[in-house]
């Protein structure tokens, strides 16, 4: 087996982001209303009511990546081969000897024979990732972190340990015309494959380290996946496309991780921001977002997962090393939740998702020690696009819908989710509520419901 290309010790990892949208209608734009106090929703509630909000956000970054090629130390070989022959007394003019004792020097160790040639060889590196987000405007703001959209031009490590990656399978298809791609992509190598892998996979170390590896002409692309319909639009395998705003995107870790992006929409939903100052120690804080770990069983498929929730307590307040304070949680989270936001307990944003620690010596994370973002670091990037967040008729009504759902006052909360459904049709959200309403008034006849259904995706890597 090749070994990993590159091996780094973290005492941080950092988490992805995912990306989501809603339907074109008309609405009118209010400033973000508190939530009602009259009848304050449970926690699962208030999970339920931010969901629709909460986006899966993918980052797409290709580039040509050109190194020099390798080929067969044939001077070095020569010699060996010599040396061989005088201690097995074999003919070095007996052509098939010397050929089938050449492959089996080059074979029991590789990487002594290889050496770069002046051909330079180039191929498509790929660096995907996803996250979470949340939409704040209905217009199509979101929020997520700097770390999840940012240029692979700040992290072409990736690129070129997929590089190599793409120079090694290219190689063992060479060399072992017969090979099993399948069986390599799940460890299943016989010696010779193996060596091999191992042999090219330092051979690109080294000439990366020698600085002999270029990368060019990088494309970036950054989009969102959504759960809630935007009729008029058509969510392609890539998602809805979504534009950095260069200006409101901080960097990633140390740094301020916030990211500002857009997307077309109208009366999307969204998500009001609070004040993480009035948090006291032991507030609950609860993290939606779109953790990879869900999907990596196998029996999860990715199109179509709804966020995750986790709950967990506020802990204080850390200093990093950016030199802003960091929001210690021990609300569990995970590569996939970062840009994710995190709720109070009355369903307000006072944080985002974004890093959490780790052992160096072990490489496990502990769940207690999660930071995130301060709310009112975010608010200085929307301030920086003049973005104010605000609300339109889907989350105002969603909003009542569930409030009447936890009176028990279902003929009403049936009445206005049909209304959010005529919004967004086909909301997979508002359905379930409507079915949930049904039952508890034990009725068996169905609700009209108008709409037609749209194609609606879900996340498909984790960075």
């Given amino acids: 087996m090749a070994k990993t290309v590159f091996h780094l010790v973290v005492t941080v990892s950092i988490m992805f982001l995912v990306f989501f949208s ?221 534009e950095v705003i260069p200006h409101a995107t901080g960097s990633p870790i140390p740094g301020k991780d916030v990211a500002v992006i857009k997307i077309e929409g109208s009366n999307l939903p969204t998500l009001p921001l609070g004040n993480e100052t009035r948090l006291q120690s032991l507030d609950n804080i609860i993290v939606i977002g779109f953790p990879g770990i869900v999907t990596q069983s196998g029996l999860i498929p990715q199109e179509g997962q709804e966020p995750s929730v986790t709950s967990g307590q506020f802990s204080g307040y850390q200093t990093t090393t950016g030199g802003w304070r960091a929001m210690q949680v021990q609300t569990p989270i995970a590569p996939g939740n970062s840009g994710g936001p995190a709720l109070d307990s009355s369903g307000r944003v006072v944080g985002i998702a974004t890093f959490r620690s780790v052992n160096p010596a072990t490489g496990e994370a502990s769940q207690s020690h999660n930071f995130l973002v301060p709310v009112s670091i975010v608010k ?37 989710l049909q209304q959010v459904n005529n919004i967004s049709p086909n909301s997979p959200y508002v359905l379930d509520y409507i079915s949930r309403s049904q039952a508890q008034l034990g009725s068996s006849a169905s609700v009209g419901i108008a709409g037609n259904s749209t194609d609606n995706r879900g996340g498909n890597f984790t960075r």
């Fill in 380 to 416: 200085d990037f929307l301030n920086r696009a003049n973005v104010v967040p605000s609300e339109g008729s889907f989350t105002q009504l969603y909003r009542q819908a569930l409030i009447h759902y936890s009176a028990g006052r279902y003929n009403e909360a049936i009445d206005i």
């Fill in 22 to 242: 809603s339907p074109l209608i008309s609405w009118k734009m209010a400033a973000a209303q508190p939530l009602s106090e009259e009848e304050p929703l449970s926690l699962g509630m208030i999970a339920d009511l931010a969901k629709p909000a909460v986006v899966q956000v993918g980052a797409d970054h290709v580039a040509t990546v050109s190194a020099p090629d390798w080929g067969r130390n044939l001077d070095l070989l020569q010699q060996d081969l010599e040396s061989l022959a005088s201690e097995n007394d074999f003919d070095l003019d007996d052509e098939q000897a010397v050929a089938e004792q050449t492959e089996a020097l080059f074979h029991s160790d590789p990487l002594r024979y290889i050496a770069p040639s002046e051909a330079v060889r180039t191929t498509q590196a790929v660096s995907s990732g996803t996250g979470s987000g949340f939409i704040v405007t209905p217009d199509g703001y979101i929020v997520t972190n700097a770390h999840v959209v940012y240029s692979a031009e700040q992290d072409l490590q990736v690129l070129i340990n997929s590089a190599i990656t793409s120079f090694v399978l290219e190689d063992l298809q060479i060399v072992f015309p017969d090979i099993n791609l399948e069986q390599v992509q799940q460890g299943i190598l016989t010696e010779q494959q193996a060596a091999l892998a191992e042999a090219v996979n330092e051979f690109y170390v080294d000439q990366y380290n020698l600085g002999t590896i270029s990368v060019g002409d990088v494309q970036s692309s950054v989009y969102a996946l959504s759960r809630v319909s935007i009729p008029g639009v058509v969510v392609g395998e890539k998602g809805i496309s979504a």
